[in-house]
């Protein structure tokens, strides 16, 4: 069973940082293309941030300039930093990952439980 586990959420003053971090273990044969979703109450899951095997990265709007994406591949690992949080930020963050568990399977598309993050003013 592939896992995703979150860490690093908490309290942060506005203008702070944060450092959010998600292991996948389980059966991997590869880990493709990892990211991190957001989810404020009562509003959509939103893209923080995405990153390929390859070093890639794309950012949401939200999130472009404020948040850097960055991955361990020999860790199953990828992490989320900012140096400028802002109250809109408070949600719940997720980790996402596909995972391809054998060579004879396809790519899953899996999920963390989300780690959740307050910015207070």
């Known amino acids: 069973q592939v896992q995703l586990v979150e860490s690093g959420g908490g309290l942060v003053q506005a203008g702070g940082s944060l ?6 273990s389980g059966p991997i044969y590869i880990l493709s293309d990892m990211a991190w979703y957001r989810q404020a109450p009562e509003k959509e899951r939103e893209l923080v941030a995405t990153m390929g095997r390859g070093g890639s990265t794309d950012y949401g709007a939200s999130a472009k ?21 802002k109250p809109e930020d408070t949600a719940v963050y997720f980790c996402y ?3 391809k568990s054998m060579w004879n ?8 439980r989300g780690t959740q993050v307050t910015v207070s003013s």
């Open 105 to 112: 399977t396809p790519f899953e598309k899996h999920w963390g």
């Open 65 to 85: 300039g404020r948040f850097t994406i960055s991955r361990d591949n020999a860790q199953n690992a990828v992490f989320l930093h900012s140096d400028d949080l």
């Open 97 to 99: 990952a596909e995972v």
């Open 19 to 24: 450092r959010l971090s998600c292991v996948v």
